[in-house]
């Protein structure tokens, strides 16, 4: 079983569905306008302005495009145009934004507000989207403050008639971040971040190939000036040697202490050294750091053949990443929502991503919040303004700290039966996906740090019967988050037959926690030996399931390592097959995807992609049942064949159908900038875990785990990363299909729906995104100086 999509490159014309029954009475008709106002664009815009666009003409409303942002609003005329459902096809793989951006001066005097107001309200629009940064959104609060006013002075100016201002009585504000830095607080993404993230990694891995080669040393500027989230999750994806940001710029005397670290790394058999810098950082005293004064302290101080690139706005351009076009889309249907659900009384808000979910934040808060990160830098308060970013920012420096500010202990590996006090066994199970090295790589060295002896385990559970384990240390897993694949080696066994095998090798090895890295297989594999430690006291050991699989079918978290990656090689395979087949415009692509009965690759790819549906398990399909007598029925099996055949029949004299299954290729591939950052995180967390649960089941001399929270799955759940016992998951799976009975991301295919044009669709509005306040989550900082 595998998912499909259908991605239909026919020209041809609808009619337009009618409005969903729930959306509808929930919802007034209005106008809704889009536009942009951001003087630089961020890769993905174009999918927000599609979604929007799209679903405000889905829920009755007008929808039209503002060219130029401000500028375009004050000047008028043909720069606010009526959108239309065809206006917006095509453009889900553009990068920049297809309605233009640009600066504007007269909006910021009130003579130019007076004339956008009065463009606004001779078309009759009452709801604005704002899809920019801070200041853009800023002045969009400041237009909806003052809009009485405004009409009052059009009113007595003659330039708008009472009835006209009367019908235009309100304004209604939602604002959506575009922004490649990722500076906005409140929400863990903004649109253009993941795609700027893809350019970098992708330079970085160019980078590290010709560093290698010539033992060099490497200093790559990234775009930040006033937040370090680019610099710092790049440093966190490639595990560079150090990282300056401008939330929390080095201590005194930095220069000695990077040239050891330097030498440190280079000792330990390292041929290269990566060094990040954003465009804002700076020292203590507020001093910019630049690339060419790190630069030349290292190869006049160290010697090392040194080299710098500053990256500039190849940052901001090229194709959206699959997670920007998901995020776009997610946003630009959330604010349609939020604007027509609005009222006089209604905040201006700000719709955003937290963890898996959509939110509705007020909008000056988040703006408040933002300038209190300024603040806080200014005044010297580091802390505080890595706090006010937000939980996310938070966990990746402290993620990043742990690995690279602490020096490793000696090490010295002599012989397999040595120990510290501490064994750590790491095993890959299942099938291989991209991010699993970069997992394993954070156990290892957040282990290590620990004070703990890590073992890796080769070949999965067969390794662990047939003995293949051996020490691991720090050195050997330098580079590995850059690897796809499985290192370590996997297969799919489950431990079952070897049980007795594995708990003789526990105790030979001496092995006291176990990190399990896999797929659906290493669920079952951790199950069965939770259920065997009735029998095997050598298995009454603290164990942990780090959900690694292309299917995201792991019962207990909503995504999994591997899965972004496969949804982004998926999605360019869907542009380009798009691009091949859009000179006949008469032909419908279907294209068969991993994810066995889990159709999440199959959903998300359809989103990112624009296919016209996508056929999965969980949804079934009742059109084609054929009664074969008045008490039985048979149900077609939805086979890729049988889609082809079905189109391909039906479609005769009217389109070509072609087929594709992409296989493989999905497993493969460099890691996603997301699951390099997610895989590192999870290891990390992993082996914290572990070190705490170790100290509670030490017991006269020895280690004694039989509880049920003592073997967890590590997954992400809504908005943070949680464990959970694996036997509480067993309600919850469906283990004749391998996948969870609940899954978050079906939600989202009423989107899909809509987006592409379905009829009527029945949208769970069960869990309406409610207004958040920002300011409850990170706490007022006193602006004292420390």
Not at 326 to 342: P, T
């Amino acid at each position: 079983m595998a998912g499909m999509l259908w991605i239909d490159v026919y020209n041809s014309v609808f009619q337009f569905p009618p409005i969903s029954s729930n959306i509808a009475q929930s919802l007034k008709i209005g106008t809704v306008s889009v536009m942009f106002k951001q003087p630089f664009c961020a890769t993905g815009m174009n999918a927000a302005v599609r979604a929007t666009v799209r679903m405000g003409i889905y829920t009755g409303a007008k929808v039209y495009f503002v060219h130029e942002g401000y500028q375009g609003l004050v000047d008028g005329g043909d720069n606010i145009k009526l959108a239309t459902w065809e206006s917006v096809s095509m453009m889900l793989h553009l990068g920049g934004t297809v309605i233009g951006s640009a600066r504007c001066m007269d909006f910021k005097e009130k003579w130019g507000r007076l004339k956008a107001a009065c463009n606004l309200v001779k078309l009759g629009i009452t709801n604005l989207c704002v899809i920019g940064g801070d200041g853009s959104l800023t002045g969009a609060n400041q237009f909806r403050t003052e809009w009485s006013e405004l009409l009052a002075d059009l009113t007595k100016g003659g330039k708008i008639s009472a009835e006209e201002a009367n019908r235009s009585s309100h304004l209604n504000i939602v604002g959506m971040v575009g922004s490649i830095d990722n500076d906005f607080c409140g929400t863990d993404m903004t649109i253009g971040t993941d795609s700027a993230l893809h350019r970098i990694i992708e330079v970085v891995d160019a980078i590290t190939t010709t560093a290698q080669s010539h033992q060099r040393t490497f200093i790559l500027e990234v775009m930040g000036r006033h937040c370090g989230y680019l610099a710092l999750v790049t440093a966190l994806a490639c595990g560079a040697d150090w990282v300056f940001i401008p939330e929390m710029p080095p201590e005194e005397n930095w220069e000695e202490h990077l040239c050891k670290r330097l030498i440190a790394q280079r000792g330990r058999g390292s041929r290269l050294n990566v060094i990040i810098l954003a465009e804002g950082a700076q020292d203590r005293n507020q001093k910019p750091i630049t690339c060419d004064q790190v630069k030349n302290l290292v190869s006049k101080k160290l010697g090392f053949d040194t080299r710098s690139t500053i990256l500039g706005h190849v940052q901001r351009g090229g194709t959206p990443s699959a997670f920007d076009r998901i995020l776009g889309s997610r946003m630009g249907v959330e604010a349609v929502m939020a604007l027509l659900e609005a009222t006089p009384e209604t905040p201006a808000c700000v719709v955003s991503l937290s963890g898996n979910m959509a939110v509705r934040l007020p909008l000056m808060e988040c703006v408040q919040v933002t300038k209190d990160v300024t603040v806080a830098m200014t005044e010297g308060r580091f802390e505080d303004a890595v706090k006010l970013r937000g939980k996310s920012f938070q966990n990746n420096w402290d993620t990043y700290k742990m690995l690279a500010h602490v020096t490793p202990p000696e090490m010295k590996v002599s012989s397999i039966f040595f120990f510290f006090n501490i064994n750590i066994a790491i095993i890959n199970v299942g099938a291989p996906c991209a991010g699993m090295n970069a997992a394993v790589r954070a156990a290892v060295r957040v282990g290590i740090i620990q004070g703990h002896q890590m073992l890796a385990v080769h070949d999965g559970f067969d390794g662990l019967a047939n003995g293949q384990i051996e020490p691991i240390i720090w050195a050997q897993v330098g580079g590995w988050t850059g690897k796809g694949g499985s290192n370590l080696g996997t297969k799919r066994h489950l431990p079952g037959k070897n049980i007795e095998q594995i708990s003789l090798n526990i105790t030979k090895f001496n092995i006291h926690s176990l990190i399990i890295i896999g797929g659906f297989e290493a669920y079952l594999g951790g199950l069965e030996l939770v259920t065997a430690r009735e029998m095997y006291e050598e298995l009454c050991i603290p164990m942990v399931v780090i959900p690694a699989t292309v299917s995201n079918n792991v019962p207990g978290s909503d995504f999994s390592i591997g899965a972004d990656t496969a949804l982004n090689t998926i999605t360019m395979t869907c542009d380009r097959i798009k691009q091949s087949a859009a000179g006949t415009k008469r032909r419908v692509f279907i294209i068969e995807t991993m994810g066995g009965y889990c159709g999440y690759l199959a959903t998300m790819a359809g989103l990112s992609s624009g296919a016209d549906d996508a056929y999965i398990y969980e949804e079934h399909y009742h059109s084609l049942v054929s009664f074969v007598t008045t008490t039985n029925k048979l149900w077609i099996n939805y086979t890729t064949q049988f889609l082809y055949n079905l189109y391909s029949e039906e479609g005769k004299g009217t389109f070509d159908c072609r087929m594709n299954v992409l296989g493989h290729m999905q497993q493969g591939g460099t890691p996603s900038p997301f699951d390099r950052n997610f895989g590192t995180k999870m290891g990390s967390k992993s082996v914290l875990w572990l070190t705490n649960k170790l100290k509670e089941c030490y017991r006269h001399g020895r280690i004694f785990a039989n509880m049920p929270d003592s073997a967890c799955v590590l997954g992400m759940k809504k908005r943070s990363l949680v464990f959970q016992p694996l036997a509480s998951l067993k309600d919850d799976t469906d283990f004749e299909h391998r996948i969870p009975k609940t899954e978050w991301w079906l939600r989202l295919r009423p989107i899909l729906k809509i987006l592409a044009k379905y009829d009527t669709v029945e949208m769970d509005t069960s869990e309406v995104a409610a207004m958040e306040h920002v300011i409850k989550k990170t706490g007022l900082v006193k602006r004292d100086k420390m």
